[in-house]
């Protein structure tokens, strides 16, 4: 595994999801080194469920895979960002990008 990854005290890292081509970010997830070993091996997204505690890999059920085209680690080596040609939706709620909540911001004049 690269010696420039900065895993957390649990062994995980966070891996930002993003479209190859539209470059919608979809997803953040953790990985673990088995995961990004996986990963890395399949061309596809597994990831490390921290709810679950094992690892899962997305669109196993749904089909909904995200084939793997880049992985660029940051400048920190602290997180992820994964490029990919998604086979589907993103979220579990069908949802493209698991981003579609807006939060409320005051603007400060």
Known sequence: MDARIKWDDKGLIPAIVQDVNTRQVL???????ESLRQTIEMGETVFWSRSRGELWHKGATSGNTQRVRE???????????????????????????????????????
């Open 71 to 109: 992985i660029v680690l940051d400048c920190d080596g602290d997180t992820l960002l994964i490029l990919v040609e998604p086979a589907g939706p993103a979220c579990h709620t069908g949802a493209v990008s698991c981003f579609f909540q807006p939060l409320e911001t005051s603007t400060h004049d």
């Open 27 to 33: 997803m953040l997830a953790y990985m673990n080194a």
